[in-house]
């Protein structure tokens, strides 16, 4: 329950017309990207985002321009985002997916799913990726419903997963946060050597963010 109110203190409460949502409430596509990128700290953006039914004076603009620009989500591919439609489970795991840098992998850890002819072909990678991973759960005849939609308590739930799933050590600490960043630095460090310098980058980098 803590979740859920620091959610509509931080996202929801603003908008009158969700003010008083509940936890088992469908997540728009835009709340789940803004969401997602809080969860990582990541608002910052060079080029704004550029969608015909997206205005650069909407609250969560600066959220979405950020996710566009790191590939986080590339909207429909006809100038439209669609950001108020409910978000499905197959969006939501790419758009995770692709927060957390989990790379895709063949439809092999999935295609026993009974409704796996239902998942979009870009979605297919990002979920059997999470499938692996132990993210979404996955058995012969089950089925993945990716067209259901997505409520609060879900997002908080898949988002855990992915938390949980990173490369991070402080997973706990940073799911206590709830996207707020642990710390600021004005200055990172990073003393390696020729070995060992791509992953004592990249920890760090993680660190940071």
């Not at 990582?40 to 600066?62: M, V």
Request: with cysteine.
């Amino acid at each position: 329950m803590k979740k859920i109110v620091a959610f509509l203190v931080a996202v929801l409460l603003p908008l009158s017309t969700i003010a008083f949502a509940e936890e088992d409430r469908n997540v728009t596509r835009i709340e789940f990207i803004t969401y997602v990128m809080s969860e990582l700290g990541e608002i910052e953006y060079k080029t704004p985002a550029e969608f015909i039914d997206l205005s650069s004076t909407d609250r969560y603009f600066n959220y979405v321009s950020s996710a566009v620009e790191k590939g986080v989500i590339t909207g429909y591919g006809n100038g439209y985002l669609r950001p108020y439609d409910e978000i499905t489970r197959q969006e939501a795991i790419v758009i995770l997916s692709r927060a957390y840098q989990l790379k895709e992998t063949s439809g092999v850890y999935i295609n026993g799913y009974a409704d796996f002819s239902l998942i979009s072909p870009y979605a297919v990678g990002y979920i059997s990726a999470a499938a692996r991973n132990g993210i979404v759960t996955y058995a012969m005849g089950d089925r993945f419903n990716p067209q259901s939609t997505v409520t609060i308590d879900d997002m908080y739930s898949l988002s855990n997963k992915f938390i949980k799933n990173s490369i991070s050590c402080i997973k706990d600490k940073l799911t206590e946060q709830k996207g707020e960043p642990i710390y600021t630095p004005k200055h990172i460090y990073v003393l390696t050597d020729a070995n060992t310098f791509s992953a004592a980058f990249h920890y760090a980098f993680y660190l940071w963010k």
